[in-house]
C-alpha cells in the first residue's frame, strides 16, 4: 500500500500455539490466514483462572477447539468482542455454548449511515449479522474482572461498532482491526465511515497506552507516534484525491489506478471502497461534489471544478 507508515510485518507464531506476550495476556492465531487478516485472526485470552477470551474469532471448528483447550481447567468469565466482522465474533456463540460465559460488544452489526436507495452492503460476506452481546458496552464503560479490568473505547470507522480494549493499569490496549502494526484496515462503506475512523485514530493519539495488541498480526509498539502516521497516510490519500480530481473529473476505478499504484489485484474493490470512503467524507465537508449521494458508480468532480 504506502510506505510512509512503518509497518511491522514480523508474526511468527504458528495456528494453534499459545503464547503469553505479558504477564496474563495470552494470544492464539486462527489458520484463516488473507489479504485483510494477515496470517489470520489472534485471539486473546486475558487472566489467570478465570479468564476473558477477547475476539473467539471465525466460526473455525479447530481454532475453537484450540481456544477451549488452552482455557481447560479455567474459568471464562466474560467474552468480549471488538467488532461484528466474520473473522472475530461468529466463535462467541460457541466459546459461549461450552463456557457459559455472557458476551460484551458494543452492539449487533451495523451500517455507519443509512443506506442509499439500491444500496446493500457492499462487503456482505464480512459481517456477522447473528451476533447479539449479552451486555452492550459504551464509550469508557469499565469491565471488571477477577485481577484485571478493561476500559472500553469506542473506535467506530472499520466498523461502526468498533470497540478498542484498554487493559486498566497497563500501557496495552486491545485495538481490533482499528489500528495494525502490518496494514491498515479497509474503512469501506456502508459498515465504514472514514470520518468516524479518522475521530477514532486522533482518539487514540490522546490516550496513553503505547503497545497495542491487534486482531490481526504482531503487537503495535511505540503506538501514539504509529497512529500519528496512520492520521498522515490518510491525509496524504486524500490530498492525492483531491489531485486527481483537480485535473478533472473521474470516477473510482480511475482514481484506484492513478492512486493506488502496484496494488495486490485483490484488493482492487476494497481500494475503491476505500477511496468512495474518503469521497463521502469529502463531499460531506464540501470539496468534493457528484450526482446524488456518493456512489461507486459516481463520477466526482471537485467543488469549484
Ligand atoms: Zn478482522
Avoid at 496495552?172 to 496494514?183: C, K, Q, R, T
Amino acid at each position: 500500500m504506502s510506505d510512509d507508515i512503518p509497518f511491522d510485518k514480523s508474526f511468527d507464531l504458528p495456528p494453534g500455539r499459545i503464547e503469553e506476550v505479558r504477564p496474563g495476556v495470552r494470544r492464539i492465531l486462527c489458520n484463516n490466514p488473507g489479504p485483510f487478516t494477515f496470517k489470520g485472526t489472534v485471539s486473546y485470552i486475558l487472566g489467570k483462572g478465570r479468564v476473558a477470551i477477547i475476539d473467539p474469532g471465525p466460526l473455525d471448528e479447530a481454532h475453537i477447539a484450540a481456544l477451549l483447550d488452552a482455557v481447560r481447567g479455567e474459568t471464562v468469565t466474560h467474552i468480549l468482542v471488538t467488532h461484528t466482522h466474520r473473522d472475530h465474533s461468529p466463535a462467541a456463540a460457541h466459546v459461549k455454548a461450552a463456557t457459559g460465559a455472557p458476551t460484551f460488544g458494543e452492539g449487533p452489526h451495523r451500517a455507519a449511515r443509512p443506506l442509499n436507495i439500491g444500496e446493500g452492503p457492499r462487503l456482505e460476506s464480512s459481517g456477522d449479522r447473528e451476533f447479539r452481546p449479552d451486555n452492550a458496552l459504551a464509550d469508557g464503560d469499565v469491565v471488571d474482572g477477577d485481577g484485571w479490568a478493561i476500559e472500553a473505547v469506542a473506535t467506530p470507522g472499520h466498523c461502526a461498532n468498533h470497540m478498542a480494549f484498554a487493559l486498566r493499569g497497563t500501557d496495552l490496549l486491545f485495538s481490533g482491526d482499528h489500528v495494525m502494526a502490518w496494514s491498515t484496515p479497509v474503512v469501506a462503506p456502508p459498515d465504514g465511515s472514514m470520518n468516524d475512523y479518522m475521530a477514532s485514530l486522533e482518539k487514540l493519539t490522546r490516550r496513553s497506552e503505547t503497545t497495542y495488541f491487534p486482531g490481526h498480526g504482531g503487537m503495535v509498539k511505540d503506538a501514539p507516534s504509529f497512529v500519528t502516521h496512520y492520521i498522515r497516510h490518510r491525509r496524504a490519500r486524500e490530498q492525492s484525491i483531491l489531485h486527481q480530481l483537480a485535473k478533472g473529473e473521474a470516477d473510482i476505478p480511475a482514481l484506484v489506478r492513478a492512486i493506488y499504484v502496484g496494488l495486490d489485484p485483490r484488493l482492487t474493490k476494497a481500494a475503491g471502497l476505500s477511496v468512495l470512503a474518503h469521497l463521502e467524507d469529502l463531499v460531506a465537508r464540501g470539496l468534493v461534489r457528484t450526482e446524488g449521494p456518493p456512489s461507486p458508480d459516481g463520477v466526482y468532480r471537485c467543488f469549484d471544478g
